[in-house]
Structure formats: C-alpha cells, structure tokens
C-alpha cells in the first residue's frame, strides 16, 4: 500500500458558476489567473478551466498540485487572491472537492478560505504524477 500524506500529489476540482452576462469577463480572470499559475508555480502539475457542457455559466477549475507546499504557495501567489475577488464580482457559486491526502497544515490553509470543501482522502491506490 502507498504511503498518503502531505508530500503526495492531489487533485483539487473547483466547480464555478457565473453569474449571468459575466462569462466573457470572467474568462478574461481565468484566463489572466492561468497564465500567472502557469508562470510562478512550479508545484501546479495540471491547471485548466473547463466549461460545462450542459450549463455555460457552469465552469471547473481541474488542478493537480505536486504536494501540500505547491497548494500552499499557490494560495500565495497574488493572481490568485485577485481571482477570488474578482469571482465575487462575477460568480454564483464556488466550491472546492479534493481528493487525495493532504496535512494539517493544508487543511487549515483550505478551510481559511471560507469556501465550501470536501476532502476525499486516500486510502490505496498509487499516482505516476
């Protein structure tokens, strides 16, 4: 059995919805948001927004983080905390689903953003991430 905890991969899936007549302006914050993740944090292994099909307020942030640290700095990457407040402008709803073993500390970090979050925590399996 694999060993699970802060220094293992996981995947955090941010489910959006957007308030009606924003979508445009809330791609150009995603987008803007995306190139700075893709810029400054090395630990962000996947990171993409996608569009639900059936509902086009509906979106998903999909991001794989190499470990606690790389969620935690990218909780402090600038971009981000930009992100937040521009998606209470723009946005209906946030939650936040991660699955994969995180530490204490992480923990904490996620729920003092204030967002909706449900962790599904390892217990087998294996990750080539």
């Known amino acids: 059995m694999s060993k699970f905890d802060h ?3 996981f995947i955090l899936i941010a489910r959006i919805q957007v308030k009606p007549g924003k ?3 809330y791609l150009e914050l995603a987008i803007k948001t995306d190139a700075a993740v893709e810029a400054f944090e090395s630990g962000m292994l996947h ?3 996608d569009q639900d099909p059936d509902n ?3 979106f998903t942030w999909s991001e794989v983080y190499k470990n606690d640290d790389a969620f935690l700095e990218h909780l402090a990457n600038p971009s981000v905390g930009e992100y937040l407040q521009g998606h209470a402008e723009l946005g209906n709803g946030f939650s936040v689903e991660v699955y994969g073993t995180v530490g204490e500390k992480c923990k904490a970090a996620m729920d003092a953003t204030g967002l909706p979050l449900k ?3 390892s217990k087998c399996g294996y990750s080539r991430v």
């Open 7 to 9: 220094s293992t991969p």
């Open 23 to 25: 979508v445009e302006e």
């Open 47 to 49: 990171h993409t927004f």
């Open 56 to 58: 086009p307020l509906c």
């Open 119 to 121: 962790i599904y925590e």
